[in-house]
T-cell receptor, first 115, second 112 residues
Framework: DTEVTQTPKHLVMGMTNKKSLKCEQH?????MYWYKQKAKKPPELMFV???????INESVPSRFSPECPNSSLLNLHLHALQPEDSALYLC??????????????FGPGTRLTVL | KNQVEQSPQSLIILEGKNCTLQCNYTVSPFSNLRWYKQDTGRGPVSLTI?????NTKSNGRYTATLDADTKQSSLHITASQLSDSASYIC???????????FGPGTRLSVLP
């Protein structure tokens, strides 16, 4: 199984809502990532979890709160978002957290629209 | 500064034709380079991954090359199909930490 799943596929929320994005993989990967991608731009790294611990936080606003309950799951909690946060949110995983020739596997993404 | 550049920014070709996409990078120390295909609104899918010692790697109609001396890579697509229409992203990984550096992508459109 080389699949990363993400739910929901689409999400529309108001600026006062609280919602969560979910990501799951069963490949035994110990590194998981959240990316944000705007239209016609490459993905931008938001967070990296390594062995269920947050290892990289790329100065993301606190209205985005990641959570890694276990090695297979990664959540992104959203609160008080702004319209400019509308984007495709991608989850990815890889075997290990360090360098090396392993591949990042991406999920299909969640298309988020903030009204 | 670690950077990845890609050219052309966009490309339109007719079905059945071949094309080559370019990737130049300044990432150091180099670990590996990957090419991804991304359909609009979907997650990227890995096509190839190349390490320092590899010059050429093929995956079906996709052939990637790597010149570690000049820090250049190319992705050659043979006998293009309509389903090849997508963005192709070059990603270079550093040996330090979680540093995946993404290129801006090349938008390929294959017309009938």
């Amino acid at each position: 199984d080389t699949e990363v799943t993400q739910t929901p596929k689409h999400l529309v929320m108001g600026m006062t809502n609280k919602k969560s994005l979910k990501c799951e993989q069963h490949m035994g990967h110990r590194a998981m990532y959240w990316y944000k991608q705007k239209a016609k731009k490459p993905p931008e790294l938001m967070f990296v979890y390594s062995y269920e611990k947050l290892s990289i936080n790329e100065s993301v606003p606190s209205r985005f709160s990641p959570e890694c309950p276990n090695s297979s799951l990664l959540n992104l909690h959203l609160h008080a978002l702004q319209p400019e946060d509308s984007a495709l949110y991608l989850c990815a995983s890889s075997h290990i957290a360090g360098g090396g020739p392993d591949t990042q596997y991406f999920g299909p993404g969640t298309r988020l629209t903030v009204l | 500064k670690n950077q990845v550049e890609q050219s052309p920014q966009s490309l339109i070709i007719l079905e059945g034709k071949n094309c080559t996409l370019q990737c130049n990078y300044t990432v150091s120390p180099f670990s590996n380079l990957r090419w991804y295909k991304q359909d609009t609104g979907r997650g990227p899918v890995s096509l190839t991954i190349m390490t320092f010692s590899e010059n050429t790697k093929s995956n079906g109609r996709y052939t990637a090359t790597l010149d570690a001396d000049t820090k250049q890579s190319s992705l050659h697509i043979t006998a293009s199909q309509l389903s090849d229409s997508a963005s192709y992203i070059c990603v270079v990984r550093s040996n330090y930490g979680q540093n995946f550096v993404f290129g801006p992508g090349t938008r390929l459109s294959v017309l009938p």
